[in-house]
Structure formats: C-alpha cells, structure tokens
C-alpha cells in the first residue's frame, strides 16, 4: 500500500477545496487532488471522495458541489478543508457562486457543478459533475507532489540566476537547488514558436505535519 501510494504521489497535482451545501444550510468543504475535467460537451467534472469521509453523506444528498482550485499561497486553506472539523469554514472568506454554493475567495478558478452520476469506485465515490457555471482568476496555482505542497517560481531564460549554479548544471549532475528547493524544468515556444522559452524553478511550501491524511498520494 505504502508503495503504490508514494508511486501514484509521482503523478502532480493542482489542489483543489471541493464545497458544497444543503437545501436546508448544511455546508461542506474537502481538500482534494483527484479533481479532473472529463468532457467539454458535455462540461463534465470528476472528483472522488473516500467512502469513509465524515462529509460524504453531505455531498451525496446536496447533489450538487463548488471546486475551487487554490492558489500558491493557499495552502494553509488546504490543510484546514483536509481537517476533519465541525465548522471548517469559521474564519474563511467565504463567498457565493451564482448558484448558491460556498465559493472561497481569492482561488484560481470555480466551477459550480450539478451532480449527474455518483460511481462506486473501490472506497471511493466518483462524483461526476456538470458544469452550470465557472470563473476564472488565473495566477500561479497550489502544486501537491510526492506528499508535499509546492509552488512554481518562474523566471525567463537569459534573467540573472542568483543560486549557486545554473538550472542545467544542476539537473546534469543531478544536483538539488539550494536549501529545500527541488529543481526541475519546462520549455515552452508559443503559438508560432517565436515566445522566449520560459523556465520554471519548483519549490517546496513549509510542510504540514508531511502527510498526516488518509488519502492523498
Ligand atoms: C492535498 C490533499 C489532497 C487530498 N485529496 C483527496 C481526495 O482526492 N479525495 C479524498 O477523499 N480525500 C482527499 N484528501 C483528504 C481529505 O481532504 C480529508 O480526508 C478531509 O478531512 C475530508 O473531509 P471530511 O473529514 O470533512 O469528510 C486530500 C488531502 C490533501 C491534503
């Protein structure tokens, strides 16, 4: 089991808070990495949630739910929707999407969600959703790898480097950057292939308690 997780943990994430609330007030919020979009048209959604979660039976009889897809600097939000708590929204900015769901402020983006299908997926629940409405912030995203939040600090080719050695002498001798930081590197050209190439450094988030939750990988 140990083994599969920290071989899935391979796979990066975003992060995001999956939200949602009863007809009759009941709210509910769960940090989540197995969000994923599935279909254009129709906008379809995926997420899924241990059987096991305190918050399921919410989700399920909400039928409806809010992905708010967090941002770097997020992650403290993260580890409070991933802490089981009686009121996890007390103290968090809170707002509304148009269709009456908890929205958290100040994340990427949200989609509110209709609930067409619930699958059974081992000890999961597969929550299928269609896409009634979403918005859009933009800005550097929350990253989960390996067990551990992380953010992108990116930088353009050709910019002074103030580290103690360049990116690829770094990755040649299979160096790790300075202090905490893991390195690691993506080329881009845009459209026309004309765009500079642009780097981007990964660096590790202050860790919580490393990873003192069921689920994620
Ligand atoms: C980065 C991260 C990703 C997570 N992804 C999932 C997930 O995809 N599915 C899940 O069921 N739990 C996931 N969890 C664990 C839940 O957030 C955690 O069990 C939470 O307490 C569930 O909410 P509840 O206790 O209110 O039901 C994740 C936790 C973290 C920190």
């Known amino acids: 089991m140990r083994s599969l997780r920290d071989a899935l943990g391979q796979f990066a994430t975003g992060v995001a808070v999956v939200t949602t609330a009863t007809a009759s007030g009941e709210r509910a919020g769960v940090t989540v990495n197995s969000f994923s979009s599935v279909s254009l048209d129709p906008p379809l959604v ?3 949630l241990s059987e096991r979660a305190p918050s399921a039976p919410v989700f399920l009889r909400a039928g409806r739910f809010a992905v708010n897809i967090l941002a770097a600097g997020q992650d403290e939000l993260s580890r409070r929707f991933a802490t089981p708590a009686p009121d996890k ?4 900015d809170v707002l509304a999407t148009p269709t009456g769901l908890p929205m958290l402020a100040g994340t990427l983006a949200t989609f509110s969600c209709r609930t067409v299908t619930v ?3 081992g000890d999961h629940h597969i929550f299928v959703g269609e896409v009634e409405h979403h918005q859009r912030s933009g800005g550097e995203p929350l990253l989960f790898h390996c067990g551990r939040y992380r953010e992108f600090a990116s930088f353009r080719d050709g910019e002074e480097r103030t ?3 360049r990116l ?4 040649h001798h299979g160096l790790r ?3 905490r930081r893991d390195v690691s590197r993506r080329q881009g050209s845009g459209p ?3 765009d ?10 202050e860790q919580p308690s490393a990873v003192g939750f069921d689920d994620p990988l």
């Open 196 to 205: 500079p190439v642009e780097t981007l450094l990964l660096g590790d988030v």
């Open 89 to 92: 929204f007390a103290g968090v």
């Open 119 to 121: 699958h059974a997926g």
């Open 46 to 48: 995926l997420w899924c």
């Open 177 to 179: 950057g300075p202090g």
């Open 192 to 194: 026309r292939g004309r």
């Open 163 to 165: 580290g103690p050695f």
């Open 168 to 171: 690829p002498e770094a990755r």
